[in-house]
Every structure is written in C-alpha cells, then in structure tokens.
C-alpha cells in the first residue's frame, strides 16, 4: 500500500483531456513539493512536472499540474498515442523522514 | 548535458552481497543530492536512498536500512550502493536520480535525470 494514493489506471481516446490524481497527507503533499514521472514502456522513468506545477523544458504544454492541500493532480490535455505510459506522483514525507512515490496510473490511449 | 550511467547490477545469491556505481557526468556532481530508486519486475518505483552534498544528509527506506550504504565520491563524480544480506524482495532495477536543485533541500527537490538502471536479480 503506497502512501500517496494514484487511480491504478486510466484511459481516454485521442484528442481528449485526461487527469490523474495523487491522494497524500499533511506530512507530504500537504507541505513539500509534489513532482510527476512519466515512465514509458521499457525505458527509465523521466521528468514531466515539478514543484507541482512546473514543466521541465522539452515537456509539451499539454501537461500540467496543480495541487490543492493534500492532494495534487496531472492533467494531459489533447491527448495522443505517444502519451501511453505509467506516471507516478512522489513527495517527501516529512513523518517518515523519506520519498514516497504514489502505485502509479497506467494511462491506455484507446 | 547530464548523464548517469549505473553498472554492477548481477545475478547474486540470497544473503549476498553487492556494490552498484553510478558514474556522472556533464554537471558538478558535488553540488547535487544524489539518490537510487528502485523498481520491482512488474512493479512500481520505490525510493531506496538519499545522500546529501557532503556525507552530513543520508536517508534510508526502512526496507533497507541496516542492510544497504549510500555514499559518493565527488572526486571522481561516482555514487555507490553497498548492499548486503540481500533478498529475494531486493530483485529491482535500480535507478541512481539527481536532484534537479542544487539548492534546495531534498523535501524541495525532484528527480532529474535518471540513469537507464542496472539490474539486481537476488535467486538462489
């Protein structure tokens, strides 16, 4: 059981917006900083949004991110085929004195 | 541009032991946090360690503690992963991450880049 909580998957069809949740607490979301991996298939996961909502360069703005309390979100906008992969939340938390990763959503582009 | 690159991974025995590198390059390894994360067949990512600039900041998961060392050698931009007693459940690729801010501290702070990952298989 992971300590931030992420939908195991999610699905749309091309064109379409998609957003993926990541459920934390007061020790981690709730006050540090909140970033997203994209991981595609067979490869090292990689970068797509940091300090909740700040896209490293090279990252489509169709990405973006929000967070609100204890709970932060990834939206993918003009969804596309290429977008098929795993993303995962992670945050510090302050309580276990470590980084926690969120299970991951497997996104399916229909 | 920066570029990790891990190597030791290898098929060990239960109980074994097994030191991973993580060789930088194409940024000042010494002014980064360094950590290894770590993904199970099938699985998703689990952070495994963290270390701060100097040898001052360094963090364990509970599922290794006691059992795996961090450390790095700023000199020759290198970060290690000595593990021992190691585990059926310690079968993962292992990821070494830097930090994306050399200024911040790690609660602050993300992960980037990632190397490609070395694989550790513990099976007897």
């Known amino acids: 059981q992971s300590v931030l909580t992420q939908p195991p998957s999610a699905s749309g069809t091309p064109g379409q917006r998609v957003t993926i949740s990541c459920s934390g607490s007061?020790?981690?979301?709730?006050?540090?900083?909140v970033n997203w991996y994209q991981q595609l298939p067979g490869t090292a996961p990689k970068l797509l949004i940091y300090s909740h909502d700040q896209r490293p360069s090279g990252v489509p703005d169709r990405f973006s991110g929000s967070k609100s309390g204890t709970s932060a979100s990834l939206a993918i906008s003009g969804l596309q085929s290429e977008d098929e992969a795993d993303y995962y939340c992670a945050a510090w938390d302050d309580s276990l004195n470590g980084l926690v990763f969120g299970g991951g959503t497997k996104l399916t582009v229909l | 541009e920066a570029q990790l690159v891990e190597s030791g991974g290898a098929l060990v025995k239960p109980g074994g032991s097994l030191r991973l590198s993580c060789a930088a390059s194409?940024?000042?390894?010494?002014?980064?946090?360094m950590t290894w994360v770590r993904q199970a067949p099938g699985k998703g990512l689990e952070w495994v360690s963290s270390?701060?600039?100097?040898?001052?900041?360094?963090y364990y998961a509970d599922s290794v503690k006691g059992r795996f060392a961090i450390s790095r050698d700023n000199a020759k931009n290198s970060l290690f992963l000595q593990m021992h007693s190691l585990r059926a459940e310690d079968t993962a690729v292992y990821y070494c991450?830097?930090?994306?801010?050399?200024?911040?501290?790690?609660?602050?702070?993300?992960?980037?880049?990632w190397g490609q990952g070395t694989l550790v298989t513990v099976s007897s």
């Open positions: 270390i701060g600039v100097s040898t001052t900041y360094i």
């Open positions: 991450v830097r930090s994306g801010c050399s200024s911040c501290q790690l609660r602050q702070n993300w992960f980037d880049p």
């Open positions: 194409g940024f000042t390894f010494s002014s980064h946090s």
């Open positions: 007061s020790s981690n979301i709730g006050i540090n900083t």
